[in-house]
T-cell receptor, first 117, second 113 residues
Framework: GAVVSQHPSRVICKSGTSVKIECRSLDFQATTMFWYRQFPKQSLMLMATSNEGSKATYEQGVEKDKFLINHASLTLSTLTVTSAHPEDSSFYIC?????????????FGPGTRLLVL | GEDVEQSLFLSVREGDSSVINCTYTDSSSTYLYWYKQEPGAGLQLLTYIFSNMDMKQDQRLTVLLNKKDKHLSLRIADTQTGDSAIYFCAESRGPAGTYKYIFGTGTRLKVLA
């Protein structure tokens, strides 16, 4: 199946710093990628839809100035957590839509665990 | 409501069948999905079903869809210890091209040897 990678897999940062997470589709092009957040033992919450070449669409309650999304190419989307605080600590997962699959299917990255001290 | 609901836990013995249930909300969902998540990892697509189907079988996996009741189930035959994980159902919402996934609460499957 299609492969999506994320980098880094884990990151620890100090409060107040910014952290960038990359999401790449390795063997297909993705005009649409999605960013999710998962708290321990909870489901995935969609944060935003990342559209190549245009602005991301954020879900209600997600601060767009806090979580900056850039989808500069058909294989790369980045999520930057700005001025991170301990409450931003979470597991962040991206997914990419494989349009070539002929159906609406998302393939997920392995996730990035962020710990803000 | 807006939630996609699943029972939180399921425990079965190795070799038995597991049935994981899901109740979704959007009757216009085109596709419904089952994903598996192992500890500390991302989501692995297991199978999906198109909304005009009642059943789909894929090796040990059988998906049943009751569209009238908005009920989806995943049956795993001959459950193995490697099947222990969290299973999420997801529905796609929105028109084609702008859809997004809404995930269920997840069912933690524990397989006892």
């Amino acid at each position: 199946g299609a492969v999506v990678s994320q980098h880094p897999s884990r990151v620890i940062c100090k409060s107040g710093t910014s952290v960038k997470i990359e999401c790449r589709s390795l063997d297909f092009q993705a005009t649409t990628m999605f960013w999710y957040r998962q708290f321990p033992k909870q489901s995935l919450m969609l944060m935003a839809t990342s559209n190549e070449g245009s602005k991301a669409t954020y879900e209600q309650g997600v601060e767009k100035d806090k979580f900056l999304i850039n989808h500069a190419s058909l294989t790369l989307s980045t999520l930057t957590v700005t001025s991170a605080h301990p409450e931003d600590s979470s597991f962040y997962i991206c997914s990419a839509r494989d349009q070539g699959a002929g159906r609406e299917t998302q393939y997920f990255g392995p996730g990035t665990r962020l710990l803000v001290l | 409501g807006e939630d996609v609901e699943q029972s939180l836990f399921l425990s079965v013995r190795e070799g038995d069948s597991s049935v994981i249930n899901c109740t979704y909300t959007d009757s216009s969902s085109t596709y419904l999905y089952w994903y598996k998540q192992e500890p500390g990892a991302g989501l692995q697509l297991l199978t999906y079903i198109f909304s005009n189907m009642d059943m789909k079988q894929d090796q040990r996996l059988t998906v049943l869809l009751n569209k009238k009741d908005k009920h989806l189930s995943l049956r795993i035959a001959d459950t193995q210890t490697g099947d222990s994980a969290i299973y999420f159902c997801a529905e796609s919402r929105g028109p084609a091209g702008t859809y997004k996934y809404i995930f269920g609460t997840g069912t933690r499957l524990k397989v006892l040897a």
